[in-house]
């Protein structure tokens, strides 16, 4: 099963992006290193191109493209997103997340098809594991209806997708659904593929924080399904 990805979706009209993208646009590839991105494309496995920007030159630099800009409304964020992530190279992305991180909570139930389309745009673990942790996770607690999408997402054959629903509640500490998260890495413990099997045992040690018992209890009944990876994972700090 694959999850239909929007054909969009569109990218709204935003005099907000349309200022952040002009000023993005003008400073980003002015403090790009062709040397250092290099590296970073190697580290990347190649994935994407790099302006060879260190993160926390990015994010200086990111706090002074923001200054003086109003709060965004979800159009606003779904056009910077969406907007960034038609440019290739990485530090756009990683400005997008970061907004959308800091914003989350002014985008409604309607912006998951947005999250869907940048989960899957040049996927990687550095921008899609943030995501899901951070957006569509913030998403779905703000709107428990939302679960039943991340039940169609963990069944996904695009393992980033399926990758964000087991990492969708990481944040989320006492409030987390452990039927549903211990399904879930059921449902994908069969799977030989590095990142599910790591994502399984990083929100099992995540939750462990909140009910090591429960994990604990969880990973000894299911030993025999779970990889060792994913059970060295998830007892790790146990």
């Given at each position: ?29 002015a403090?790009?290193?062709?040397f ?17 920007i ?19 409304g ?24 970061d ?8 985008c ?6 947005v999250?869907?389309r ?7 673990w550095?921008?899609?594991?943030l995501?899901a ?53 059921l ?19 995540a ?8 994990v ?23």
């Open positions: 099963m694959t999850t239909a990805v929007p054909a969009g979706p569109a990218v709204p009209e935003s005099a907000l992006a349309d200022s952040v993208l002009a000023r993005l646009t003008e400073v980003f590839p403090a790009g290193d062709p250092r991105a290099q590296e970073m494309v190697a580290y990347m496995k190649g994935v994407v191109p790099f302006l060879g260190r993160t926390p030159e990015r994010r200086a630099l990111s706090r002074t493209v923001l200054d003086d800009t109003p709060r965004p979800e159009d606003d964020c779904a056009a910077v997103a969406l907007r960034c992530f038609a440019l290739p190279e990485r530090e756009y992305h990683y400005f997008a997340v907004y959308l991180r800091r914003h989350v909570t002014r409604s139930s309607a912006f998951l098809p999250t869907l940048l989960v899957t745009t040049d996927s990687w550095d921008t899609v594991d995501l942790a951070h957006v569509v996770g913030g998403l779905v607690r703000a709107d428990p209806a939302l679960a039943a999408r991340m039940d169609e997402w963990i069944e996904d054959e695009d393992l980033w997708v399926a990758r964000t629903a087991l990492l969708h509640q990481l944040t989320y500490k006492s409030a987390t659904d452990t039927e549903r998260l211990f399904a879930y890495c449902r994908r413990s069969g799977d030989t593929d590095f990142f599910l099997r790591k994502a399984i045992g990083w929100s099992l040690r939750y462990a924080r909140t009910g090591p018992d429960e604990r209890a969880f990973v000894e009944e299911n030993r025999a399904r779970l990889s060792p990876l994913s059970a060295r994972e998830a007892l790790k700090h146990l």
